[in-house]
T-cell receptor
Framework: QKEVEQDPGPLSVPEGAIVSLNCTYS??????FMWYRQYSRKGPELLMY????GNKEDGRFTAQVDKSSKYISLFIRDSQPSDSATYLC????????????FGSGTRLLVRP | DTGVSQNPRHKITKRGQNVTFRCDPI?????LYWYRQTLGQGPEFLTY????????KSRLLSDRFSAERPKGSFSTLEIQRTEQGDSAMYLC???????????????FGSGTQLSVL
């Protein structure tokens, strides 16, 4: 079993929909949680960064971390076709903050 | 462009050949990382440098792989005697870390796509 599990999708939604992306993990030592967006043939781009549990909002994006359930989420409001990409969750522990453990990514398609 | 720069973007080679990739990190960043990503998977950690010192290597990094970061600036990743299983996207990232256990934000380059025929 992988340390970080992520549904590969693809997830197809109409423009303007609210998108919910999720990851579960097994390592209780993880303290830093990130969401990256990756377009085809590009490197991952950091979208959201949170420490420990709680919510963080940035524009149309909201990241939630529930450490008791070992579950993290990314919500995208008013989704746009330009949001079509693969979304990767990543996490790390305090003692190894340099070593990100990634999920396999969820492919999102926002239909005009 | 002040982001992480990787060259070449694509490399096609024959099995058994040696290849070298280069990464130029964001200038004020003191840490540099190499990750590998195969199709349909997330990136996997290979190794990282704090300035010029290579501090950790993953067991994914076999003896055929070597990475350097002379003078703590750019880094090179060399693969000797390439195998078809080495085909992947090789990603470089950099960050600024104030010390151990501090939060770090890794910024990735666009990667080098390696195809071994």
């Amino acid at each position: 079993q992988k340390e970080v599990e992520q549904d590969p999708g693809p997830l197809s939604v109409p423009e303007g929909a609210i998108v919910s992306l999720n990851c579960t993990y097994s390592n209780s030592a993880f303290q830093y949680f990130m969401w990256y967006r990756q377009y085809s043939r590009k490197g991952p781009e950091l979208l959201m960064y949170t420490y420990s549990s709680g919510n963080k909002e940035d524009g149309r994006f909201t990241a939630q971390v529930d450490k008791s359930s070992k579950y993290i989420s990314l919500f995208i409001r008013d989704s746009q076709p330009s949001d079509s990409a693969t979304y990767l969750c990543a996490m790390s522990g305090v003692d190894s903050s340099y070593k990100l453990i990634f999920g396999s990514g969820t492919r999102l398609l926002v239909r005009p | 462009d002040t982001g992480v720069s990787q060259n070449p973007r694509h490399k096609i080679t024959k099995r058994g050949q040696n290849v070298t990739f280069r990464c130029d990190p964001i200038s004020e960043h003191n840490r540099l990382y190499w990750y590998r990503q195969t199709l349909g998977q997330g990136p996997e950690f290979l190794t990282y440098f704090q300035n010029e010192a290579q501090l950790e290597k993953s067991r994914l990094l076999s003896d055929r792989f070597s990475a350097e970061r002379p003078k703590g600036s750019f880094s090179t990743l060399e693969i000797q005697r390439t195998e078809q299983g080495d085909s992947a996207m090789y990603l470089c990232a950099s960050s600024f870390a104030r010390g151990e256990g501090t939060n770090e934000k890794l910024f990735f380059g666009s990667g080098t796509q390696l195809s071994v025929l």
